[in-house]
Structures are given as C-alpha cells and as structure tokens.
C-alpha cells in the first residue's frame, strides 16, 4: 500500500488532478489517499471540487485579496511543512506551474519525501514569459523524482535537462480526463440560449504579465471585431482577481453583445468551448481542451508552453498588440480556409487515460 498525497490551489489544478484523485482512490487496496489543498483560489477551486466530489483531507485557506507571491510562497512553505511532518506520504504529487506547485513541492524536498510533477516538461525557456509559472516548472523539475510528462516534445525537454529517462513517463493530460465526461449533446445554458442564431465567441484572461495595458488592448481588439461583426456575441466568464475585472469593465462596459458574467463551472465552461465558434484566451489549460473539440483558439500571449496545438493547427499565437489581434481575429471570421484549417479535432494531449496511466505507474 503507497500513501500518496495530491497537492493542489488554483482551478486548473483542481481540474486536472481530480480525475487522478478519483483514479487512487478507485483503487482503495494500492492506494492510501490524502488530498491537500493549499486555497491559492477560494471559491474557483471550491467549485471544481464539488464538480468533481472531492472533498479535501487538508485545507491551507491561504487566498487573500490581491495576493502577491511572497504571500502565496510563504503560506504554502509553512503549512505544508506542518502536514508532510505528521503525514510522511512515500510520494507528494504537485500539478503544473502555480506557485502553489513551486512551494508545495519545495516543502515535499526540504521534507525530505519524493515528489512526482503531473503536467512536468512544459517550456518556453523565458523565464519572463509566462510569469512567475516558467520559473515554477523548471524549479520543482530540478528535484522531483517522478516526471508524468503529457506528450512526447515535454518529455524530451526534460530529458535534455539531465532528467533519467526512467523516471520521466509520457501519459497525455489529465485535462483531457476530465473532458471525456463533461461535453454533452443536449446540453443547454439560459446565456447560450440568448446567444441563438449568432456566434459565440469564448474569452477568457488572467496571466499577470498580462495585467495593466496589454490586457486592455486585447479588449480593444476584441470591441473593434465585435462592433464590425453583429452577428457575433461574446461570452466572457471572467477571472475573480480583481484586476481582471477592473480591466474588462473599462474596457467593454456598455457593450451589450459582450456578457460579462461570473466564472463558469466546470461541466459548463466546457460545454461552452464545445458550442462556441472560436476562443479569445490567454490560459494555458484551454490550450489543451480546444485541439480535442476542434475549436480555433487565438492566445493572447507572445509564448506558449503547447507547441503540439500549434502544430495541430488549433492555435495561434497572436501576442498582446491590439492591431494584431485585430486582424488575426477578423481574418478568422471572414476567411472560411483559415477557420477550415484551424477547427479541425486533434488529440495531441492524450486520449483521456492519463490518470489511470499516472495510477498504474505509482503502483509500480
Ligand atoms: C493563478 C496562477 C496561474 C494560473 C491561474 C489560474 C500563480 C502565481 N498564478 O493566477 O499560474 O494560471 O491561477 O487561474 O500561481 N481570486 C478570488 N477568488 C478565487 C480566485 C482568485 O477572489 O477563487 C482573486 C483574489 O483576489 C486573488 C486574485 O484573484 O488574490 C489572484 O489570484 P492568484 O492565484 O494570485 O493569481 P491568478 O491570476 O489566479
Ligand atoms: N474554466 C472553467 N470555468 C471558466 C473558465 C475556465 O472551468 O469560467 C476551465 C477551463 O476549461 C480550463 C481551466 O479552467 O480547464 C483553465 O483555467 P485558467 O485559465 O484559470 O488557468 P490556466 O490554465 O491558464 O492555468
């Protein structure tokens, strides 16, 4: 029997790791659980884990309003120190790049317990770009002893950064787990319902490199589009930090075919991508889901870390400039071989097995 413990803070977190929980946990003769959460997000991460029925074993209930990362470092540091001493797991597992992954798995090796990295290999080789989360990976990827890579390009850079290949095990993305039970045929929402007989653009964004004026002159791109294309109608669930918000009330405010609304839950957000025409976004989890439901994504980011959904032709990288958005955006509504090459499905990310793959790997 292995005693394993999931730490995780953030929504993508949570949306990726608790299909893996629910795996081990299947599994009751392998596996002693204990899952940790350490609260970096409050109520987006309460969400997805009663979507998914998660009730956590340990809660650090860190979130504070307009939290810095000293604060967020600091809190993960202690507390997890507490809870590795009284529960020495054989194996800590983190997800991704948030700063709850780099100081939870901080805590796992000054603690002297093995830490598996689920999500691990991920680059762009600019420390600024995404900020703080390529410092994140890279950091927690020094020390960890397991490294659950989602494609074959992750686990080459990996592998090329003195990883021992037999600790490095390529097994898809978990996000994509979580996909295969979400989407449904007869799915309905009372804002896609008012959305009837027009396209439904998706936008999202957070990244805090983005903050300030180059989110704003997204926005701008976007209204430009909109106003030229009444045929279209934006969702936009928007992000609880309340910079974010700022931002996109200055910007949109009194544009009545762009609904700013609350974030959705999970089942709903993806239901969302799986009726909308095209996604405006800069997350990086929605660069994983968009290429298995053949949704063209504009990321808004001048780096990706997914270069499989690039090549899949999903995604397309067009930066933080406003007249470049501006044309990638309305080039992708009016040039039906553009849309053509960029809707078509593709599973560059796994086929939905990967927590099993993760849970046999562990029992090994
Ligand atoms: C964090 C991660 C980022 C990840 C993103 C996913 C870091 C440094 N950043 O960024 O890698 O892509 O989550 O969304 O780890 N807030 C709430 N309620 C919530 C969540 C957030 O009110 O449920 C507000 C709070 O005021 C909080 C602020 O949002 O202080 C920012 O949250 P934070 O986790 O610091 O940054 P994110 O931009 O969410
Ligand atoms: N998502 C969600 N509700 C929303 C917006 C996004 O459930 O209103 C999901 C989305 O499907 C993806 C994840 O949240 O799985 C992405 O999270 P986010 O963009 O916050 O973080 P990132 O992936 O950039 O770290």
Redesign the pocket.
């Known amino acids: 029997m292995k005693k394993i413990m999931l730490v995780f803070g953030?929504?993508?977190e949570a949306i990726k790791m608790c299909p893996l929980v629910l795996e081990l946990k299947s599994r009751p003769e392998e596996f002693d659980v204990r899952v940790c959460v350490t609260g970096?997000?409050?109520?987006?991460?309460h969400a997805v884990l009663e979507a998914f029925g998660v009730t956590p074993d340990f809660d650090l209930d860190l979130?504070?309003?307009?939290?810095t990362?000293f604060h967020?470092t600091e809190k993960v540091l202690s507390g997890m120190k507490e809870i590795l001493e009284k529960e020495r797991p054989d194996v800590l597992l983190v997800h991704g790049?948030?700063?709850?992954t780099f100081a939870a798995g901080l805590a796992g090796f000054y603690s002297g317990v093995e830490v598996g990295h689920v999500e691990a290999g991920l680059r762009t080789y600019n420390v600024h770009s995404?900020f703080?989360?390529e410092f994140?990976r890279q950091a927690v990827d020094i020390f960890t002893k397991y490294s659950f890579a989602p494609t074959e390009t992750s686990a080459g850079n990996l592998i090329r950064e003195g990883k021992d290949p037999k600790t490095v095990y390529v097994t898809g993305n978990t996000a994509i787990d979580a996909l295969k039970t979400t989407v449904r045929e007869n799915y309905t929402h009372p804002e896609l319902e008012k959305a009837a007989g027009r396209r439904v653009i998706l936008i999202t964004a957070?990244?805090?490199e983005n903050l300030g004026e180059p989110m704003k002159n997204c926005f701008r791109a976007i209204k430009r589009v909109m106003a030229e294309h009444p045929d279209l109608y934006a969702i936009y669930p928007i992000?609880?930090?309340?910079l974010v918000r700022a931002a996109a009330d200055e910007v949109f405010a009194g544009e009545e075919r762009i609904r700013l609304i609350e974030p959705l839950d999970v089942l709903d957000f993806h239901n969302f991508m799986a009726r909308s025409h095209l996604i405006l976004t800069d997350?990086?989890g929605i660069q994983e889901e968009a290429p298995s439901l053949g949704k063209p994504v504009l990321v808004m980011r001048d780096t990706t870390e997914r270069p499989e959904g690039v090549a899949a032709g999903t995604l397309k990288l067009v930066g933080t400039e406003e007249e470049t958005i501006y044309e990638a955006f309305t080039k992708l509504l009016t040039d039906e071989a553009e849309y053509e090459k960029m809707s078509r499905a593709s599973n560059p990310y796994g086929d939905g097995t990967a927590s099993r793959q993760i849970a046999d790997i562990l029992a090994r």
């Open positions: 953030t929504r993508p970096q997000h409050r109520q987006m991460l979130m504070a309003p307009g939290q990362l967020i790049d948030t700063t709850t995404p703080p989360e994140n957070h990244r805090r992000h609880m930090n309340p997350s990086g």
